[in-house]
């Protein structure tokens, strides 16, 4: 059986002037961090070969991200496209997904990015893994796949741990543990001329509408507004390792320094 | 406008706008004011395929059409002008008429490293005494038994400085006049072929334009492009096309003035407000978005309709002039919103303002466009 690595993604929301989210194709873009759980997949794709699944959970708009990961190099694209999941919050998102997940076993490896770009949550990955009943490591830097097993490092607290996981296992990949390839021009005119984005609907899933979509979500967004942070200069007057000193002392007090 | 772009489009755009913020725009000024060919960019920039847009894939190109081709030039010379000229230059007028009129053995031979970026190309038609008047070219191509002898003095090459693959407008046959003109290829390196001093140029400093002098230089009869005295046709075939290029990226510098100008009335304060408050400024700045709009969708027709195989030679025509005039109209505004610093080095549109001013003038200038415009509005009416 070939390796499988399956790279949960998400098309971001680019753009919300005066706080409005309209989710359209040119206002959608690939989550940064999730870009770089992709780059790891294919860095170990061409280091021992298998397959590169991405799987996002999203409304139409999404598919042009999808592309963009199968011009990356991603085998296929699945994307979990129904009305029904309209509305979710992080859990039902992660319900989704690990159902979604359980569609395209056997699998061996599960990435995530740390976070995303526009809710910033960093709920989704450690969710699906509990969801799925897998081991997850967060925060990783740096990972190597052994015969029977996967020895991961992450930093954490100015310590670097170093675990041994079994397969099937998920982890969420660092920001700055790998820079993330360009897309390619040739790549892109595959991705959008010969091949396809798959979806899946509810129906496809194991799953009830109860547990997806707003129906399946236990928090709410009640509302939104834009926050302007007044900025405000501040003038210190003494001699210069006085003000060293103050500055370093207030520094301290926002929680800027150790 | 983007709404209105298919999704491969948008993310073409995406794609080419983030390797352009990322690597070119960084070193954008430098390699301008240092007149130096950014070839660790160029290396990067084959290798993601911008060296082979509409070249087939069969052939080791990206497989795209004429606008993702028309967005690509758009995104980069958005960035810098000289890189967008050195991508424009070789797609359109050394690598298209290598497709359209070269044999397979030749597409195989010259188009498959050129695509991947391993082999540059330029276009060598304009002469000390020839540019406009594409047909008073001196250069000749003498038959000698399997070979050409090729005599020529080509200036203001693009890409001249770095070229590999150039197509050398010369006459084949010096008694038959502008039907006499056929198209050989001279590479780099061969006996007689010299590459001139670059020229030291008030904009789009970073492409290394350069003549190219050709002294009894001997190639063979299979580099001929097309057939014998074909030449003008290919030069024009070759330049409808190359028009769409200067115009898309005449877009570009243009889209960069609107952009800079906005950014910098958004911070710059008189009378105790940003400058984005004074009616002058709001005026020149709806005029430049509306130009910088009118102008792209000229070059999105253009490029539509040469992707549908339809007839686009008045539509280049009509964008490259358009857009071209836009864009110096537009680097002119940028100036004067920023005032004395747009007039400074320390600014980016002091070095759009140079860079848009020959787009009015290469690849045809707006006069000879506005002849191409009025014959075909006159004979087609």
């Known amino acids: 059986m070939t390796f499988h690595t399956i790279v949960c993604i998400k098309a971001v929301v680019a753009r919300a002037p005066q706080g409005r989210i309209v989710r359209t194709t040119d206002n959608s873009c690939f989550n940064p961090f999730d870009r770089v759980a992709l780059e790891a ?6 280091h021992t070969g298998g397959r590169v699944t991405v799987l996002s959970m999203g409304p139409p ?19 979990a496209c129904d009305p029904a999941f309209a509305g979710a919050d992080t859990l039902a998102t992660s319900t989704t ?6 569609t395209m076993a056997p699998y061996d490896l599960v990435l995530f990015g740390t976070r995303t770009a526009d809710s910033d949550t960093g709920q989704v990955g450690p969710q699906t893994a509990v969801a799925l009943n ?15 097993r996967l020895e991961v490092e992450r930093t954490m607290d100015h310590l670097v741990e170093s675990f041994a996981v079994d397969f099937p296992a998920a982890l969420t990949i660092r920001p700055g543990a790998l820079q993330s390839r360009d897309i390619g021009l040739r790549g892109l005119a595959e991705a959008f001329d010969d091949r396809q984005v798959e979806r899946l609907q509810l129906a496809d899933l194991t799953l009830s509408c109860a547990q997806v979509g707003e129906a399946g979500s236990p928090t709410r967004v009640v509302s939104m507004r834009p926050l302007r942070q007044n900025r405000q200069g501040q003038f210190l007057q003494g001699e210069p390792a ?17 | 406008m983007d709404k209105l772009l298919a999704d491969k489009h948008i993310a073409v755009r995406r794609s080419v706008r983030a390797f352009c913020e990322r690597e070119l725009r960084p070193i954008a000024a430098e390699i301008d004011q240092e007149a130096r060919f950014p070839w660790e960019i160029f290396e990067k920039m084959g290798a993601l395929g911008y060296f082979g847009i509409q070249v087939p894939q069969a052939l080791g190109g990206a497989g795209l059409d004429a606008i993702s081709y028309a967005i690509i030039i758009e995104e980069i010379s958005r960035v810098c002008g000289a890189m967008g000229l050195c991508v424009t230059v070789h797609n359109s007028v050394a690598v298209y008429p290598l497709m359209a009129f070269g044999s397979a053995q030749q597409k195989d031979r010259w188009v498959r490293p050129m695509a991947k970026g391993d082999k540059i190309g330029a276009f060598c038609l304009t002469e000390p005494n020839a540019g406009s008047d594409a047909g008073a070219i001196s ?26 693959i150039c197509l050398i407008f010369a006459r084949t046959d010096p008694a038959a006049g502008r039907k006499g003109i056929s198209v050989v290829v001279a590479e780099r390196g061969a006996p007689g072929f010299v590459v001139g001093d670059l020229e030291d140029l008030c904009g789009m400093r970073a492409n290394p334009v350069s003549s190219i002098r050709l002294y009894d230089c001997r190639v063979p009869r299979e580099n001929l492009v097309g057939k014998t005295g074909q030449g003008l046709q290919i030069g024009m075939a070759a330049l409808d096309t190359g028009r769409m290029g200067i115009a898309a990226q005449a877009v570009g510098i243009a889209q960069a003035a609107l952009e800079e100008a906005t950014q910098y009335a958004k911070q710059r304060r008189t009378f105790g407000v940003t400058i984005e408050n004074h009616q002058a400024i709001q005026m020149m700045i709806a005029d430049m978005a509306t130009q910088v709009a009118a102008a792209r969708l000229m070059v999105y027709r253009a490029a539509e309709l040469s992707t549908r195989k339809l007839a686009f030679s008045q539509e280049s025509a009509m964008a490259k002039l358009f857009a071209s005039e836009v864009a110096c109209k537009v680097a002119d505004m940028a100036v004067q919103i920023h005032g004395g610093y747009g007039y400074s080095k320390a600014y980016a549109v002091e070095r759009i ?16 466009h506005k002849m191409v415009i009025a014959r075909s509005v006159i004979q087609n009416s």
Not at chain 1, 68 to 78: I, N, P, Y
């Open chain 1, 41 to 46: 997949a294919l860095q170990l794709k061409a």
């Open chain 1, 61 to 79: 708009a999404c598919e042009v991200v999808m592309a963009e990961a199968l011009a990356m190099g991603a085998d296929r694209a699945v994307l």
């Open chain 1, 97 to 102: 997904l690990a159902a979604a997940i359980e």
């Open chain 1, 134 to 148: 897998i081991p997850i490591i967060t925060g990783v830097h740096q990972f190597t796949c052994m015969e029977d």
């Open chain 1, 242 to 258: 006085d003000l060293a000193d103050k500055l370093i002392q207030q520094w301290t007090e926002k929680g800027l320094l150790d």
């Open chain 2, 139 to 164: 250069a000749t191509a003498i038959a000698d038994g399997d070979h050409y002898i090729l005599n020529a003095n080509k200036v203001f090459v693009t890409n001249g400085g770095v070229a590999d």
């Open chain 2, 353 to 368: 303002y140079r860079d848009a001013r020959v787009t009015r003038i290469y690849e045809g200038t707006s006069e000879i």
